[in-house]
């Protein structure tokens, strides 16, 4: 009974972290495979995010500026905000140059965050970071929220303590899950609908012929800014939910711009850019693929160490760490030159008829 | 005045010249090839593990003759480096860049950025995560230098690094003036950058000129991740993709595709970064010296507000 | 009967697979200036460049002193001596006047210097110029420079594209008096032009272009009193 309790949970943190990084990569879909913008900074947003969520959320403490102990929803929203408004900031000044220059930018608008949180050690805790961020439905255990509104009302703190004593202390993991893949699901069809709406088939009329574009008097870099802040507040929340599955989170190793832009790019060109399906999909493979290796190098390496016994395992610990980060690189330049389309190609938005809502029916714009 | 000029001034030209060197690859491949190549820094940074492990490797080699003092200089084993990096650079060019030339632009981006990551964690799994020291020891003033100035009412304080720093940083952008303007390569590079399409009708053999970037590039990547490394005396795997940020702010404020406003931009951002930290006003740093990679930034945003094509109008898009 | 020089043999070429030209026949002999006329998009300029292997041939030839040469990438076709001016971005402009030549010679093994005094010598105003960037020149010195620059090698033919479209009227008539002089020196030219009236008045033959296929042949003066071309193109008055 206890060994299928375990591979549940493996298989629940599998679906919560592919979860978040699904909405990682439709956030960047909107970006890339809508708008063809270049973002390298996706972990700059989703800092931006999950510290925004982490200082408003957490309880009052001395090491940081708040916690403010608001409302996780709030935290989550008030994360998207800013990783928009820093999202705006970027797309005004690059949007109109050349894609190398918004490249540029995005990487190093992620570095000065960095920095930041680094530095800004009366706000963030600097390298020591934030903990104890509160976490969807496992919160409600915390004596601070089953001791106040609203859930005060259903019960006194003693019976709620009690309500709690007798769940198992994973009660919390399958509703985190569930949560995190209702808003992939939200997520998806909003995506969607604005995909197949006319402000989706003009970012690809945009994307395939600009010129044309333009002369037809379209506001392109209008839209461009529009996609990009709507991709960056897509990443905030990923952020948001991010740092609930942590609870811990600083900025050099949580945030390791190699790990989780990277990360994103690999699934959504696996998947398929300018397809919401495909990203999702190409986000729990590469997870998988990911979190599974991980598995088997630490098994093998345990394996290795007991023949060799003079090998520190902890040296080829690291190293294979390494030598995965290198293997999904050459998967990336695989799967660019052989595959550009990715698992799921893009599905162009051509027709009205086929569109299923009436966005599409009053859209014809031209 | 004098601590200004030995604590500020001096290394703030040291890290200009690092970034000024890196800032020549980025320009002539974004001139040339036309785009950004992400993987520029993680280059460099190999150049500096493989120029490390050419010294090791040489007074391993004295102590298994039984000469215990064998130390190459880091110039010297700088050149072996610089032919692998030249290797890599054409490897990476063969294998991943070449199938994109003629897709979009972007599609090459995305190339290095992959690069990027295989090239450092490539770093990473054969010399392993953790810092590794260069030179060991502080390095003092060069004595001649401080008692010469001294004679002379100054109180220059400069440690010999710096000075193979300056003369290496010099002639290395001499070499590449004479290459530009007076060989035929040299010309044809300029040609291309000028326009490619051009060229091409003009009968230049571009796949040479390309081949020539990557060599000129790589020996200057080399030459910067050596110099960076004599300065600093560590090792890092990280450190390539820290100078990414100057080195691409460096290239656009000397005009993209403009070797000498690489030149001229480095310097400004590297004398910008340390001088940032000098106490202008009252005691205290002006800003905080964890803030320096955030002046390149700055400097980089004002740029693409202001003036997108750079100092020396390079290309602009 | 004399082997022309260039010719090309129904041609259907385009870009990607997009056909522009239909069927296109031309040749140009030994010793000839060719223009070639025609309305915006008849193909002019697409025709030009199928020669330099720049677009997708489906069918048809080119050859170039009988040797066919279809499909063979531009820098090749350059080193078997054919030049090419485009009609814009023809000079580099961050180089000198000097330097722009010397690329011109890219392809040429020995002789640079003395092939560049006998260009100084054709293009007396480029002399002066030799190291001005030659972005810093007028329009109409630019294009003697990227005329120049296509001599550098030994040409079996001259291509130019539109070598007048936006110079005025008095560096309109210099290129052409050098067209004429380039002639002498013995190359034959082909060229692309707007201003039909005054390229059909130096070219011994012409070819009018519509829609991707040729309309009318003959020689230059014959074209230009022929009344339905002149009603046509010449009318229009540039």
Same mark, same amino acid.
């Given at each position: 009974?206890?060994a299928?309790v375990?591979y549940?949970?493996y298989?629940l943190?599998?679906?919560?972290v592919?979860?978040?990084?699904?909405?990682?990569?439709?956030? %960047?879909n909107?970006?890339?495979?809508?708008?063809g913008?270049?973002?390298?900074g996706?972990?700059?947003?989703?800092?931006v995010?999950?510290y925004?969520?982490? &200082?408003?959320?957490?309880?009052?403490?001395?090491? /940081?500026l708040?916690?403010?102990?608001?409302?996780l929803p &709030?935290?989550m929203?008030?994360?998207m905000?800013m990783?928009?408004?820093?999202?705006?900031?970027?797309?005004?000044?690059? =949007?109109r140059?050349?894609?190398?220059?918004?490249?540029?930018?995005?990487?190093?608008?992620?570095?000065?965050?960095?920095l930041?949180?680094?530095?800004?050690?009366?706000?963030?805790?600097g390298?020591r970071?934030?903990?104890?961020?509160?976490?969807? #439905?496992? /919160?409600?255990?915390?004596e601070?929220?089953?001791?106040?509104?609203p859930m005060? #009302?259903?019960?006194t703190?003693?019976? #709620?303590?009690?309500f709690?004593?007798?769940?198992?202390?994973?009660?919390?993991?399958?509703?985190?899950?569930?949560?995190?893949?209702?808003?992939?699901y =939200?997520i998806?069809?909003?995506l969607?609908?604005?995909r197949?709406a006319?402000w989706?088939r003009?970012?690809t009329?945009?994307r395939?012929n600009?010129?044309?574009?333009?002369?037809?008097?379209?506001?392109v870099?209008?839209?461009?800014i529009?996609?990009?802040?709507?991709?960056?507040?897509?990443?905030?929340?990923?952020?948001?939910?991010f740092a609930?599955h942590?609870?811990?989170?600083e900025p050099?190793n949580?945030?390791?711009?190699?790990?989780?832009?990277?990360?994103?790019w690999?699934?959504l060109i %696996?998947?398929?850019?300018?397809n919401n399906?495909g990203?999702i999909?190409?986000?729990?493979? =590469?997870?998988?693929?990911?979190?599974?290796?991980?598995l088997?190098i630490?098994g093998?390496?345990g394996?290795?160490?007991?023949?060799?016994s003079?090998?520190?395992?902890s040296?080829l610990?690291?190293?294979?760490?390494f030598?995965?980060?290198?293997?999904i690189?050459i998967?990336?330049?695989v799967?660019l030159?052989r595959?550009?389309e990715?698992?799921?190609?893009?599905?162009r938005?051509a027709?009205?008829?086929?569109?299923?809502?009436?966005a599409?029916?009053?859209?014809?714009t031209? | 005045?004098?601590?200004?000029?030995?604590?500020?001034?001096?290394?703030?030209?040291?890290?200009?010249?690092?970034y000024?060197?890196?800032?020549?690859?980025?320009?002539?491949?974004?001139?040339?090839?036309?785009f950004s190549?992400?993987?520029?820094?993680?280059?460099?940074?190999?150049?500096? *593990?493989?120029?490390?492990?050419?010294?090791?490797?040489?007074?391993?080699?004295?102590? *298994?003759?039984?000469?215990?003092?064998?130390?190459?200089h880091p110039?010297?084993?700088?050149?072996p480096?610089?032919?692998?990096?030249?290797?890599?650079?054409?490897a990476?060019?063969?294998?991943?860049?070449?199938?994109?030339?003629?897709a979009?632009t972007?599609?090459?981006?995305?190339a290095?950025?992959?690069?990027?990551?295989?090239?450092?964690?490539?770093?990473?799994v054969?010399?392993g995560?953790?810092?590794?020291?260069?030179v060991?020891?502080?390095?003092?003033p060069?004595?001649?230098?401080s008692?010469i100035? @001294?004679?002379?009412?100054l109180?220059?304080l400069m440690?010999?690094?710096?000075?193979?720093?300056?003369?290496g940083?010099?002639?290395?952008v001499?070499?590449?003036?004479?290459?530009l303007?007076?060989?035929?390569?040299?010309k044809?590079?300029r040609?291309?950058?000028?326009?490619?399409?051009?060229?091409?009708?003009?009968?230049i053999?571009?796949d040479?000129?390309?081949?020539?970037?990557?060599?000129?590039?790589?020996?200057?990547?080399?030459?910067?991740?050596?110099f960076?490394?004599?300065?600093?005396?560590?090792?890092?795997?990280?450190?390539?993709?820290?100078?990414l940020?100057p080195?691409?702010?460096?290239a656009?404020?000397?005009?993209?595709?403009?070797?000498?406003g690489a030149?001229?931009?480095?310097l400004?951002?590297?004398?910008?970064e340390?001088? @940032?930290?000098?106490?202008?006003?009252?005691?205290?740093p002006?800003?905080?010296?964890?803030?320096k990679?955030?002046?390149?930034?700055a400097?980089?945003?004002?740029m693409?507000?202001?003036?997108p094509?750079?100092?020396?109008?390079?290309?602009?898009? | 009967m004399?082997?022309? +020089?260039?010719?090309l043999n129904?041609?259907k070429?385009?870009?990607?697979q997009?056909e522009?030209?239909?069927?296109l026949?031309m040749f140009?002999?030994?010793n000839?200036?060719?223009?070639?006329?025609?309305?915006?998009g008849?193909?002019?300029s697409?025709?030009?460049?199928?020669v330099?292997?720049?677009? !997708?041939i489906?069918?048809g030839?080119?050859?170039?002193?009988?040797?066919?040469?279809t499909?063979?990438?531009?820098?090749?076709v350059i080193?078997?001596?054919?030049?090419y001016?485009?009609?814009?971005?023809?000079?580099?402009?961050?180089?000198?006047?000097?330097?722009?030549?010397e690329?011109?010679?890219?392809?040429?093994?020995?002789? +640079?210097?003395e092939?560049?005094e006998?260009?100084?010598v054709?293009?007396?105003?480029?002399?002066e110029?030799? !190291?001005?960037?030659?972005g810093?020149?007028?329009?109409g010195?630019?294009?003697?420079?990227a005329?120049?620059k296509a001599?550098?090698?030994?040409?079996?033919?001259?291509?130019?594209?539109?070598?007048?479209?936006?110079l005025s009227p008095?560096?309109?008539g210099?290129?052409?008096?050098?067209?004429?002089?380039?002639?002498?020196?013995?190359?034959?030219i082909?060229?692309v032009?707007?201003?039909a009236?005054?390229?059909?008045?130096v070219?011994?033959?012409?070819?009018?272009l519509?829609?991707?296929a040729?309309?009318h042949?003959?020689?230059?003066?014959?074209?230009?009193a022929d009344?339905?071309i002149?009603?046509m193109?010449?009318?229009?008055?540039?």
């Open positions: 009974m206890e299928y375990g549940f949970l298989l943190s599998l679906l919560t592919g979860g978040i990084y699904a909405i990682f990569a439709l956030g %960047l909107v970006q890339w495979g809508f708008a913008l270049f973002n390298v996706i972990v700059g947003f989703a800092a995010g999950a925004t969520y982490a &200082l408003l959320t957490t309880a009052e403490s001395t090491f /940081h708040g916690g403010f102990g608001l409302p &709030l935290g929203f008030v994360g905000i990783s928009a408004i820093v999202a705006a900031f970027i797309g005004l000044i690059c =949007i140059l050349r894609a190398d220059y918004l490249a540029i930018a995005t990487i190093g608008i992620a570095e000065i965050i960095k930041v949180l680094k530095n800004e050690t009366e706000i963030t805790n390298p970071g934030v903990n104890k961020i509160p976490r969807f #439905w496992e /919160h409600f255990s915390e601070r929220f089953y001791s106040s509104w005060s #009302w259903f019960g703190s003693e019976n #709620w303590e009690a709690f004593d007798k769940l198992p202390n994973w009660y919390w993991q399958p509703l985190f899950a569930a949560t995190i893949l209702l808003i992939v =939200i998806y069809r909003m969607e609908r604005a197949t006319p989706g003009m970012m009329a945009i395939e600009e010129p044309a574009a333009r002369a037809s008097g379209k506001d870099t209008r839209r461009r529009e996609a990009f802040v709507i991709g960056a507040a897509i990443m905030g929340l990923a952020g948001a939910l609930q942590l609870r811990l989170i050099t949580t945030f390791d711009p190699a790990k989780v832009t990277f990360l994103t690999v699934m %696996l998947g398929g850019s300018g399906r990203a999909l190409g986000a729990f493979l =590469i997870w998988t693929i990911w979190s599974a290796s991980e088997v630490t093998s390496i394996l290795i160490s007991n023949i060799f003079t090998l520190d395992p040296f610990q690291t190293r294979a760490g030598l995965r980060m290198m293997l690189g998967l990336m330049q799967i030159q595959y550009p990715g698992i799921l190609p893009e599905v938005p027709s009205p008829k086929a569109d299923n809502n009436d599409g029916l009053t859209g014809e031209k | 005045m004098w601590e200004f000029v030995n604590y500020y001034f001096i290394p703030g030209l040291v890290l200009g010249c690092i000024a060197l890196g800032a020549i690859g980025i320009t002539l491949t974004f001139g040339i090839l036309r190549n992400f993987a520029h820094g993680e280059i460099m940074m190999s150049g500096a *593990y493989l120029t490390w492990t050419v010294m090791a490797a040489f007074t391993a080699l004295g102590a *298994y003759f039984g000469f215990s003092d064998w130390a190459l110039l010297i084993a700088m050149v480096a610089a032919a692998l990096v030249i290797l890599i650079f054409l990476t060019d063969r294998f991943f860049y070449k199938p994109f030339r003629k979009e972007i599609k090459v981006v995305m290095s950025f992959g690069m990027m990551l295989i090239i450092r964690s490539a770093v990473q054969i010399w995560p953790n810092q590794i020291t260069f060991r020891g502080i390095a003092k060069n004595a001649t230098l008692e100035t @001294s004679n002379m009412g109180q220059i440690p010999n690094k710096h000075l193979f720093i300056f003369a940083t010099i002639i290395l001499v070499a590449l003036g004479y290459l303007n007076r060989t035929r390569i040299g044809a590079m040609a291309v950058s000028d326009s490619p399409d051009l060229a091409h009708v003009t009968g053999n571009v040479k000129v390309i081949r020539a970037t990557w060599i000129v590039g790589g020996i200057c990547a080399a030459a910067a991740g050596v960076l490394v004599m300065d600093t005396q560590m090792l890092e795997t990280t450190m390539g993709f820290r100078m940020l080195m691409f702010a460096a656009i404020l000397g005009g993209i595709g403009k070797p000498y030149v001229a931009g480095g400004i951002i590297g004398l910008a340390e001088l @940032s930290a000098y106490p202008w006003i009252g005691d205290t002006l800003l905080s010296p964890g803030y990679t955030g002046v390149a930034f400097i980089m945003v004002v693409l507000i202001v003036r094509q750079g100092l020396f109008k390079g290309r602009s898009f | 004399t082997q022309p +020089v260039l010719s129904n041609l070429a385009g870009y990607g997009t522009i030209l239909h069927d026949s140009v002999n030994p000839e200036i060719v223009a070639i006329i025609g309305p915006n008849a193909g002019k697409t025709a030009m460049k199928s330099l292997g720049l677009l !997708n489906s069918e030839t080119v050859e170039l002193n009988g040797e066919n040469i499909d063979t990438p531009a820098q090749k080193e078997k001596g054919i030049s001016v485009p009609q814009t971005n023809n000079v580099f402009v961050n180089l000198s006047v000097k330097e722009n030549l690329m011109g010679a890219w392809t040429r093994p020995t002789g +640079v210097e092939r560049l006998e260009m100084y054709l293009f007396p105003d480029l002399a110029k030799r !190291n001005q960037a030659a810093s020149l007028s329009g010195q630019r294009q003697m420079v005329m120049a001599l550098m090698v030994d040409a079996k033919i001259l291509l130019l594209d539109e070598p007048t479209a936006g008095k560096y309109r210099e290129i052409f008096g050098t067209i004429q002089k380039i002639k002498e020196t013995g190359v034959p082909l060229i032009e707007q201003n009236k005054q390229a059909l008045g070219s011994d033959r012409g070819y009018v519509v829609d991707g040729n309309r042949t003959g020689t230059g003066a014959g074209l230009a009344p339905e002149a009603r193109f010449l009318g229009g008055g540039h």
